[in-house]
């Protein structure tokens, strides 16, 4: 399928969008407004430097990069993207109005192009993986020059793009660099075409993960609220449906043996939080929704974390991690940020969009692969036993993520190199 047979097929399918907008507008309010931006419909203005974030993680992930251009180019006007609104929120509350933001439009032909032709940027960061066809097309039409930063590729995703490469090929080789994640990241762009030259090991941005005093503060807080009360404090964070029942057995198990143990469930999607308190309250445990700011007593064995931007607070106020979307075949979460509050990590072994650091972090000890509700539950209760064997866990957890540092110094060289010229 070449881009043209790729256009006419979304052309075919595009009542579905409105279908699944509709549906995501159904379960989450978040998703019942601004529809006129999904087709590129919202006006404009001209940028010098585009930013495509994706959602929540990758936006996280940026904030500091398009801070460190803010205040090293301030004439540089900023357009940034993201698809999610927990990534629209995320950009609200780190830019305010200092820069133009919007939803990314689909893939549509006549929608990137329209946007293309409004924003017309100088300079295109699109962060990771999120390349489109008709947008990469559109942006080298204009003479935009294109950075894929922070970028990662597995090797199911790069056999992907090869078995489909009428397509993918011609966009990957119009970029005109990669800042890859890893070498073996980088090996994979070349092998699929990009040019060596155009391909630079930078790490992963997500190693740079900087926590302020406020956040700490919080979380020091919190933790001296639930331990209290001397109970063991787990999270379960980022979690999807197909993965609440397998959590809420594990700790079963382990209120087993600590009777007082507290876990701390905390779904990827707001419009999942409902459905979480359901699952847990049909096992029979005493819940306490965060969002309604219920008090957690010695009874409490679950606390919902039904708010947004609070996950990183429950890590630090925790002993132990679990990081959802890996129970399923999903692609697993970020496991750096409890990783950097010193805790040891737990994951699925469907991991996949964050091989490279999942397994930095399990060689080294700070992380171990679970595959079900008794192994994580067996986990948990050996690190609780053993405070020798939870304090190897949690150093190396922690040393993981100094170590590798420094990647936003890289790729803002990158950066650089591409608007000086």
Not at 262 to 278: G, K, S
Request: charged share 20%; glycine share 6%.
């Amino acid at each position: 399928m070449n881009r043209n047979l790729y256009s006419i097929v979304l052309y075919l399918i595009s009542p579905l969008l409105l279908v699944y907008l509709a549906v995501r507008a159904f379960k989450s309010a978040d998703y019942r407004g601004r529809w006129g931006e999904r087709f590129g419909l919202k006006k404009l203005t001209q940028t010098d430097i585009l930013v495509h974030s994706v959602s929540m993680g990758e936006t996280l992930a940026a904030v500091p990069l398009i801070k460190q251009l803010q205040q090293i180019h301030p004439q540089l006007s900023i357009t940034i993207t993201t698809t999610s609104p927990t990534g629209s929120a995320e950009v609200k509350k780190a830019f305010a109005d200092t820069v133009q933001h919007c939803y990314l439009p689909f893939d549509l032909a006549w929608c990137a192009r329209r946007f293309v032709k409004q924003v017309a940027p100088k300079y295109s960061i699109i962060m990771e993986t999120e390349l489109w066809p008709n947008l990469i097309h559109y942006l080298k039409k204009s003479h935009s020059q294109v950075l894929l930063a922070n970028a990662r590729l597995s090797q199911k995703s790069a056999n992907s793009y090869q078995k489909n490469h009428k397509l993918s090929l011609p966009m990957l080789q119009l970029l005109d660099g990669v800042a890859a994640q890893s070498e073996a990241a980088k090996q994979r762009f070349v092998d699929l075409g990009v040019a060596p030259e155009r391909v630079s090991v930078c790490g992963s941005l997500k190693f740079d993960i900087t926590i302020d005093q406020q956040r700490l503060d919080a979380a020091s807080l919190l933790r001296q609220q639930w331990h209290a009360q001397d109970r063991p404090v787990w999270v379960a964070g980022s979690v999807h449906p197909g993965e609440f029942a397998a959590l809420i057995t594990a700790h079963k198990q382990l209120l087993s043996q600590y009777p007082k143990a507290l876990m701390v469930l905390v779904p990827r999607h707001p419009e999942q939080f409902d459905n979480a308190a359901e699952a847990v309250q049909d096992a029979g445990l005493v819940l306490a929704r965060r969002s309604q700011q219920q008090a957690v007593s010695t009874e409490t064995q679950i606390v919902l974390g039904d708010t947004m931007g609070e996950l990183l607070t429950f890590y630090g106020a925790a002993d132990q991690a679990f990081v959802g979307g890996s129970l399923i075949v999903h692609g697993g979460h970020n496991p750096l940020e409890p990783a950097a509050m010193g805790l040891p990590v737990m994951m699925g072994p469907n991991y996949r969009d964050f091989i490279e650091i999942s397994e930095l972090l399990q060689s080294a000890g700070g992380l171990t692969v679970v595959g079900d509700a008794d192994a994580l539950a067996a986990h948990l209760i050996e690190l609780f036993v053993n405070s020798e064997v939870y304090e190897q866990a949690s150093v190396a957890a922690k040393s993981v993520v100094a170590k590798n540092r420094g990647s936003l110094a890289k790729q803002l060289a990158v950066i650089e190199s591409m608007i000086t010229g």
